[in-house]
């Protein structure tokens, strides 16, 4: 798959609602750190079970 915003290779892939976008490590950092700036990424942690060691 191809990312969404260039012609890289995509190393993440997305899908909702039968939607797939597929994004480079560059585009993905870009786009979570973009999400880190505002309220979203809070609500997302409450519905992820992610484990992170200390």
């Known amino acids: 798959m191809q990312c969404h915003y ?5 190393e993440v892939a997305v899908e ?3 939607l797939k976008v597929g994004l ?9 750190s973009e999400l880190a700036d505002g309220d979203f990424v809070e609500g997302v942690e409450q519905d992820l079970d992610i484990d992170r060691e200390s």
Do not use: L, T, V, Y
Not at 6 to 10: F, L, S
Not at 24 to 32: G, K, L, N, S, V
């Open 16 to 18: 909702k609602d039968a």
């Open 24 to 32: 480079c490590e560059e585009h993905f950092r870009d786009r979570m």
């Open 6 to 10: 260039c012609d890289r290779e995509a």
